[in-house]
């Protein structure tokens, strides 16, 4: 059994090691070659990004010492690339080494912050660092990066990058072990980068905890508390939303929002965010199933006033008369549909009388 573990273990580490050494020669290329570097970076950014197949997986799982199992990361059965040489290089720090010098020299190009964040998310919390710099360089660019791939599934709808979100949620955001070892500055960009997306990534069960560990800014005397700085960042993330179910999902998810403890300002600015969804044209041009999620949700989170809001909607909407026939005829239908169901109800309810007194 030993023998069998043991030649397995060794498998698992060589695929692994092939990995890297693809890697480092695709950042090498990309080095070498200054016209080609872009396309290069892209190619290894989608590479490290895919699902990893079914013979990589069986090659991977096959172990118990080396093996990852995805379950534990509470992402379905989705296990990609970028997570099992996360764990590698934190189990094998030194194997990494050689990729984060090639990152290095490459800095400053599109795509470098996205692969470092993939593939070092989990490394910067593990390894010691003790020079000071250094640890700021790695980490800014790992809230810069996450922040990069996290725009990637908004603009695709997918949540390829959730087991990142996760992690940078549930291990450092919320264990201040991790946490306080990036600088001050860095905690207060991750925690802001975390606000935008924990809607998307239906973390909003932590989202109590979350605000707990808000680090203190130093504008908060300006702004407000933690649930100021949140509820801002959530209200600037719904104007930069233009993927409608992505908008439509974020509608949905801010309804936990009721019963926060605002400033004035804070709460009149996620009002006028929700309220300029409720209107056709600009600036927004919100869809007609855009526009009844953000009146559903303004309705739930400031219910005082919800009927001049709408009677007031209602005259400003004469002021796009091309919107008219739609409007009508949406109307028109949806009293149709509401008058089908009652008669519905009345024909089922009255059936049921009949059975009833049929079967007495």
Same mark, same amino acid.
């Given at each position: 059994?030993?023998?069998?573990?043991?030649?397995?273990? &060794?498998?698992?580490?060589?695929?692994?090691?092939?990995?890297?050494?693809?890697?480092?020669?695709?950042?090498? $290329?990309?080095? @070498?070659?200054?016209?080609?570097?872009?396309?290069?970076?892209?190619?290894?950014?989608?590479?490290?990004?895919?699902?990893? %197949?079914?013979?990589?997986?069986?090659?991977?799982?096959?172990?118990?010492? =080396? =093996?990852?199992?995805?379950?534990?990361?509470?992402?379905?059965?989705?296990?990609?690339?970028?997570? *099992?040489?996360?764990?590698?290089?934190?189990?094998?720090?030194?194997?990494? #080494?050689?990729?984060?010098?090639?990152?290095?020299?490459?800095?400053? #190009?599109?795509?470098?912050?996205?692969?470092?964040?993939?593939?070092?998310?989990?490394?910067?919390?593990?390894? /010691?660092?003790?020079?000071?710099?250094?640890?700021?360089? !790695?980490?800014?660019?790992?809230? /810069?990066? @996450?922040?990069?791939?996290?725009?990637?599934?908004?603009?695709?709808?997918?949540? &390829?990058?959730?087991?990142?979100?996760? !992690?940078?949620?549930?291990?450092? @955001?919320?264990?201040?072990?991790? +946490?306080?070892?990036?600088?001050?500055?860095? #905690?207060?960009? +991750?925690?802001?980068?975390?606000?935008?997306?924990?809607?998307? !990534?239906?973390?909003?069960?932590?989202?109590?905890?979350?605000?707990?560990?808000?680090?203190?800014?130093?504008?908060?005397?300006? *702004?407000?508390?933690?649930?100021?700085?949140?509820?801002?960042?959530?209200? %600037?993330? +719904?104007?930069?939303?233009?993927?409608?179910?992505?908008?439509? &999902?974020?509608?949905? /998810?801010?309804? *936990?929002?009721?019963?926060?403890?605002?400033?004035?300002?804070?709460?009149?600015?996620?009002?006028?965010?929700?309220?300029?969804?409720?209107?056709?044209? =600009?600036?927004?041009?919100?869809?007609?199933?855009?526009?009844?999620? @953000?009146?559903?949700?303004?309705?739930?989170?400031?219910?005082?006033?919800?009927?001049?809001?709408?009677?007031?909607?209602?005259?400003?909407? +004469?002021? !796009?008369?091309?919107?008219?026939?739609?409007?009508?005829?949406?109307?028109?239908?949806?009293?149709?549909?509401?008058?089908?169901?009652?008669?519905?109800? *009345?024909?089922?309810?009255?059936?049921?009388?009949? $059975?009833?007194?049929?079967?007495?």
């Amino acid at each position: 059994m030993s023998e069998a573990s043991s030649s397995s273990t &060794h498998r698992i580490s060589a695929y692994l090691n092939a990995l890297t050494q693809e890697i480092e020669r695709k950042l090498q $290329r990309a080095l @070498a070659s200054p016209s080609q570097r872009r396309n290069l970076l892209q190619e290894l950014f989608a590479d490290i990004a895919l699902e990893v %197949d079914d013979r990589a997986r069986d090659i991977i799982l096959s172990g118990e010492e =080396g =093996g990852i199992c995805p379950a534990e990361d509470g992402i379905d059965s989705r296990l990609c690339f970028y997570d *099992v040489l996360a764990d590698h290089y934190v189990r094998i720090p030194e194997s990494g #080494q050689r990729i984060l010098d090639l990152i290095v020299q490459l800095w400053s #190009q599109l795509f470098v912050s996205h692969i470092f964040a993939l593939l070092f998310h989990k490394w910067i919390f593990e390894v /010691q660092l003790n020079n000071d710099e250094v640890l700021l360089r !790695y980490s800014s660019a790992l809230v /810069q990066g @996450a922040t990069n791939v996290f725009w990637i599934d908004i603009q695709t709808n997918s949540r &390829h990058f959730q087991s990142l979100f996760q !992690y940078l949620l549930e291990e450092v @955001a919320l264990e201040p072990a991790r +946490l306080n070892k990036i600088p001050v500055q860095v #905690q207060r960009d +991750l925690f802001l980068v975390l606000s935008r997306f924990i809607f998307f !990534y239906n973390s909003v069960d932590k989202l109590e905890s979350f605000l707990k560990q808000f680090p203190v800014f130093p504008n908060a005397f300006l *702004v407000g508390g933690s649930a100021d700085f949140f509820v801002i960042e959530v209200a %600037d993330q +719904l104007q930069k939303l233009k993927v409608e179910p992505v908008l439509l &999902h974020y509608l949905s /998810q801010i309804k *936990v929002l009721q019963g926060m403890e605002l400033r004035m300002t804070t709460s009149t600015r996620l009002k006028t965010c929700l309220y300029s969804f409720t209107s056709p044209g =600009g600036p927004m041009y919100p869809t007609r199933a855009v526009r009844h999620a @953000a009146w559903d949700a303004l309705d739930f989170l400031f219910p005082v006033g919800q009927y001049p809001r709408h009677v007031i909607s209602l005259f400003f909407r +004469l002021l !796009y008369p091309w919107c008219w026939p739609s409007s009508c005829w949406n109307f028109i239908m949806s009293w149709l549909k509401a008058v089908f169901h009652t008669l519905l109800r *009345v024909v089922f309810s009255s059936w049921e009388k009949v $059975r009833a007194e049929k079967n007495s």
